[in-house]
């Protein structure tokens, strides 16, 4: 009777510390929506109010998104920052991406010294972005950067351009620049897809003569499916989120004349004000920050959904 | 994804609004049982705060002496100085004015930057104060209202005159030029000499403004800022679209690359002698002179075009002081006002921040500063950008220094140049009608 007792008891006691379990989250969902849902809800809001400096006036419908499409300077810019994305997302899938892939698949290989590479290739990744910009504004400048002072020993002095002032070259050099930075970490993305062959149909595969290029093209890209997506949706986030390496070296008005002006720099700029001391429009930025979030969310669901439809075909 | 690091953005201005509204409760106190800083302990003390964005620990020092020349003649006045992170200052102080927990003495941003704050009835206004007259017109019009009161005591100037090398200059052998052509001639010396005439990159769009600030008025003349007020001249003007050919046609004098260079490649080449002048702001040569303690540097104003014409440097109020209209201490903080308009106050700002004063007649040891401080009660003309333009969104200021690194890349005429400024200027400028 007494154990019995005791046995409710410690059950009843155990069942109430079951709950308890339910709490654990809550810290977490706490930061979550203070620092996540909150803001996202915010900005929401605030894309469709009026501003005047800091102050919130009236609602004012989709005005910020008006303004935004319809007027100069806005839709100019916003056009000319969107292609820049677009530009950013290609090249890094074309040379980052490329380049990560030969990289990995080296590695995958076993040749000699990959630890060593393995570390070497994923260094920059280890810098803050803010000092790869820097390092990389001294190694372009136009006349003491280390670049243009080879290219002009080696007899290539007409080449010694103005790399970063220059629009046409501006906005590939930095995209090139984040590409060095990020290949380190999609080249280990591939390799953990590389790895997560399994070894039989690589064998395989090999009897049947597949060797060298074919072997990629039919064997491993197609079972690296989902990594190859993941690298997809990754890059285009990276793509269109880029923000630090512009402003780090370009500033914040996506010099040269708006040259490697990127949606989130308009963005920065449009809210908070330039360097030339503007106060801002935090209406049109607000918007402009919706505008982008729709667009990186669709089409990220739009790639994942397509996955998982191939998933289960 | 990038949304979550804006809205983050938009969140932590959020808390920095919180924060400053929950730090800033207690600025009227009147205390009486503070210590007397002065001889006579018998006053009862009566507590100014000031608020600032100037944060640095000369400027601690500097309102140390201010208090102490202020106790000369306003024995009761005890200042209490508050300075915010110049960055962070816009957001906390109109949070401060919102709650109605701001300083009784407000530093207020120049131009656009007091007129929102005057015309949205935060300040008090301070015509007839005694004093007011030893400004300009034009220094007092960097703190007014849309209703053309006067809110403000203009503070300290900023200044863009030309600066150069004294050693290269006397190495061959040439003298400070009176006209524009004469400057021209120099130019060409130099560079046949093969020393690149001025530093000067585009990569920074500031720098273009600054610059076109310093050399404009020579060539779109004297009346035009009251035409250009009146609606009489326009951006496109002809006289106006000079002032832009004037910088496109030193374009032969600058270093190679320059589309590249900014200001602090700018400021390298001048310090390390590659140059023998710059366009260039007062506040440049501190920098400069940390990079190479050796140089010498001279200055001279922007010369006339026309030998009888007056040389010019470009000058604007770099911030004023206002008082808060929600202010306990009103009498008191007028009284500290009225001690900015004094010769002493001026002479403490120029000697500890190197700056020019607005108020004329004082002088400094430091020959260099003191020669910018002379020109600039003389020979100062508006630095047209900073005074006009700085209205819009963006501002139009931002759209003259995009279109001027336009021209510099050779996307631009100066005729379109003008075109995109005028276009940005028309989304809100009203002439004043007369």
């Known amino acids: ?313 | 994804m990038k949304t979550k690091k804006v809205s983050l953005a938009v969140l932590a201005l959020a808390t920095t609004v919180v924060v400053s509204a929950c730090g800033n409760n207690n600025t009227n106190n009147s205390s009486s049982s503070a210590p007397a800083a002065s001889g006579s302990a018998a006053v009862d003390k009566v507590k100014v705060s000031v608020t600032s964005w100037r944060a640095g620990d000369s400027e601690v020092e500097l309102y140390k002496k201010i208090q102490e020349e202020l106790n000369k003649v306003a024995p009761e006045i005890e200042l209490e100085y508050k300075a915010v992170k110049a960055t962070e200052y816009n957001t906390s102080l109109s949070v401060a004015l919102k709650t109605d927990s701001a300083a009784d003495i407000i530093h207020l941003r120049p131009y656009a930057g007091t007129t929102a704050l005057a015309d949205a009835n935060y300040l008090e206004p301070i015509d007839g104060l005694e004093g007011l007259s030893v400004f300009t017109a034009d220094q007092l019009a960097a703190a007014q209202g849309s209703d053309g009161k006067q809110y403000g005591v203009p503070y300290m100037l900023s200044a863009t005159q030309i600066l150069y090398n004294k050693d290269i200059f006397e190495k061959n052998g040439l003298t400070v030029p009176k006209t524009w052509d004469e400057m021209i001639k120099v130019a060409d010396k130099l560079k046949e000499n093969k020393v690149t005439p001025f530093a000067f990159g585009s990569k920074e769009g500031w720098v273009l403004s600054l610059m076109h600030g310093a050399i404009a008025p020579q060539f779109y003349g004297a009346d035009f800022n009251e035409k250009f007020l009146k609606g009489e001249a326009k951006l496109n003007s002809p006289e106006f679209i000079k002032s832009i050919e004037a910088m496109n046609s030193l374009k032969p004098y600058f270093p190679n690359n320059f589309e590249g260079l900014g200001m602090e490649d700018i400021r390298t080449m001048f310090a390390t002698g590659q140059t023998g002048m710059v366009i260039d702001g007062h506040f440049e040569i501190a920098s400069i002179q940390a990079l190479n303690p050796d140089i010498k540097i001279g200055m001279f104003p922007v010369p006339p075009v026309d030998a009888n014409g007056k040389a010019s440097i470009s000058t604007w109020v770099d911030g004023s002081f206002g008082i808060n209209k929600n202010s306990k201490n009103k009498e008191a903080a007028k009284k500290v006002l009225q001690f900015m308009t004094t010769e002493t106050y001026g002479s403490l700002i120029l000697n500890s921040t190197k700056s020019p004063s607005p108020i004329p007649g004082v002088s400094t040891d430091d020959e260099l500063v003191n020669e910018i401080a002379q020109y600039s009660a003389t020979n100062a003309v508006p630095y047209f950008a900073v005074t006009y333009l700085n209205s819009g969104s963006p501002t139009t200021k931002s759209a003259l220094e995009n279109a001027l690194q336009g021209m510099y890349l050779n996307a631009l005429t100066p005729e379109g140049v003008a075109e995109e400024v005028q276009k940005s200027l028309d989304t809100w400028f009203k002439p004043v009608s007369k």
């Open chain 1, 1 to 313: 009777m007494e154990n019995a007792n005791n046995a409710r008891l410690i059950r009843k006691k155990s069942s109430w510390r079951k709950q308890l379990i339910h709490l654990i989250p809550i810290p977490a969902v706490a930061i979550y929506s203070i620092f996540v849902v909150y803001p996202i809800l915010a900005a929401f809001t605030y894309s469709l109010f009026e501003w005047n400096g800091m102050t919130m006036g009236e609602f004012n419908n989709f005005d910020n998104f008006i303004t935004l499409f319809t007027k100069e300077p806005f839709n100019t810019m916003f056009w000319n920052a969107l292609g820049h994305n677009i530009y950013y997302f290609v090249v890094e899938m074309v040379v980052q991406n490329g380049i990560a892939f030969g990289l990995a698949y080296i590695i995958f290989k076993k040749i000699k010294g990959t630890g060593f590479l393995k570390v070497a290739y994923f260094l920059p990744r280890l810098l803050s972005i803010i000092v790869v910009g820097f390092l990389w504004k001294m190694i372009l400048n136009p006349n003491m950067g280390i670049l243009n002072v080879f290219l002009e020993k080696v007899g290539l002095g007409s080449y010694a351009l103005a790399w970063l002032g220059n629009p046409d070259t501006a906005l590939t050099a930095v995209v090139l620049i984040n590409s060095w930075f990020a290949i380190g970490f999609f080249m280990l993305l591939f390799l953990a897809g590389l790895q997560s062959i399994s070894s039989e149909v690589l064998e395989a595969a090999k009897l049947d003569g597949a060797v060298g290029f074919r072997l990629v093209r039919s064997v491993i890209l197609p079972m690296m499916f989902q990594p190859l997506v993941i690298v997809v949706v990754m890059t285009f986030i990276q793509a269109f989120e880029a923000f630090e390496l512009v402003f780090a070296m370009q500033g914040s008005m996506g010099e040269p004349y708006y040259s490697t002006d990127l949606l989130a720099v308009f963005f920065y700029r449009t809210a908070f004000g330039g360097n030339a001391g503007d106060s801002g429009a935090l209406g049109i930025g607000s918007a402009l920050a919706v505008v982008m979030f729709v667009i990186i969310a669709t089409i990220s669901a739009l790639f994942m959904s397509y996955v998982n439809k191939k998933d289960s075909a």
